[in-house]
């Protein structure tokens, strides 16, 4: 087992992820003209909960990342974050925009994270957290099945024609093994077709990189959901499996912050990883949610009301990008630090739940249901 931290290669890859993620946060490519030769900064008041918490953990680690890296340093005065440059010179907003582009094209660079060994720590993570939210569950030996589940890197057919299908996140509750893709393994082709197709927001392939570390730890917790599942023989009789879809999104993200505070994965959470991570991902569901028309946003509301059980129309569970909005946005609406909650949201899905899911009715914990927007 990987219990030893990531090689030099993947902490260099974090590094610079930490610092495109503070560098965003000067939203320098957002600026009209006229602003481009001002000042470039921000007040660490006007961020929201999930930024807040990235930079002001990460803080100190960022000021060495910067020095190092960029040669500039990290100046906070009276909570208004800027970067200075030679000659004692504040950078201004088309410099840090230089900044973001230079940083964007050395995470374009195979190697930098290890996904396999990543895939590992996370997958232990969640087993010792689940062993424990999961007892006096309805799946049999908790502990023993959790062993049994493993990771896989997907295996590239070669063939153009296969890439779509060879850059997802899925399950086998027969095999009990969850498959990723290694896009270093995979190729320039998976990159390409990732960033032009998932990525939202500022699209290069040095995103993408970043971007598919980051859902070894989001799309894992959502993923191993689906396992357990078919351990404690959950059916789900929906042609597109909206139920299992609602369960596995339910705790996707909570689980994700549980684990970061597992004193055995420090290597893989540095201060304020898991904020960052969250920070992305959040990011990119609200982005998503804000695209839906209002006959969409009602069959979410009714989704999230049934407990997973009314489904939305076949037209939204036939859209893949758009049923994929619907379990980011659970997973946001619903996201929660609290261990007590976590724990009744597992106990929701899978004490004395077995066979047909929707033969017992369940009540959604609404009091964990804070909605997305206050985390961004």
């Known amino acids: 087992r990987m219990e030893q931290p990531p090689p030099s290669s993947s902490k260099q890859g974090i590094s610079l992820s930490r610092l495109l993620s503070f560098l965003d946060l000067f939203k320098s490519f957002g600026r009209a003209e006229d602003e481009a030769d001002t000042t470039g900064s921000f007040l660490v008041k006007d961020l929201g909960p999930l930024a807040k918490g990235f930079y002001t953990e990460a803080k100190e680690d960022i000021k060495t990342i910067a020095k190092d890296e960029l040669k500039v340093e990290l100046r906070e005065e009276k909570g208004r974050v800027e970067l200075i440059g030679k000659g004692n010179k504040k950078l201004t907003y088309a410099q840090v925009c230089k900044l973001v582009e230079g940083t964007e094209a050395r995470l374009d660079t195979s190697g930098l994270f290890d996904y396999d060994g990543t895939m590992q720590l996370v997958l232990e993570g969640c087993r010792r ?76 392939k040095g995103r993408t990189r970043r971007d598919v570390f980051f859902w070894c730890f989001d799309r894992t917790c ?71 028309d209002e006959k969409v946003g009602k069959e979410y509301a009714a989704w999230v009301d049934s407990f997973g059980c009314e489904a939305p129309s076949n037209q939204t569970c036939e859209d893949n990008v758009l049923a994929s909005s619907f379990c980011g946005r659970l997973s946001s609406d619903y996201f929660t630090k609290d261990g007590k909650e976590l724990a009744k949201i597992f106990s929701l899905i899978f004490k004395d739940r077995t066979g047909d899911v929707y033969a017992k009715k369940i009540s959604p914990p609404k009091s964990i249901f804070r909605g997305i927007e206050r985390l961004v």
């Open 129 to 204: 957290k689940l062993a424990e939210l999961l007892e006096g569950s309805s799946i049999k030996d908790i502990s023993k099945s959790l062993q049994d589940i493993k990771v896989n890197p997907i295996q590239g057919s070669g063939a153009d024609f296969m890439v779509q299908y060879e850059v997802g996140f899925m399950a086998s509750s027969a095999e009990k093994t969850i498959s990723y893709p290694n896009i270093d393994k995979l190729g320039e082709a998976h990159v390409k077709f990732i960033m032009e197709n998932y990525q939202l927001g500022r699209k290069s």
């Open 222 to 292: 959502h993923e191993i959901t689906h396992i357990l599942q078919g351990l404690a023989e959950q059916k789900d009789k929906n042609a597109y499996s909206m139920s299992a879809e609602h369960d596995a999104s339910i705790g996707a993200y909570s689980l994700l912050w549980a684990i970061s505070k597992d004193p055995k994965l420090k290597a893989i959470f540095p201060p304020g990883f898991a904020s960052e991570v969250l920070l992305k991902t959040v990011a990119d569901d609200l982005q998503s949610s804000s695209k839906w």
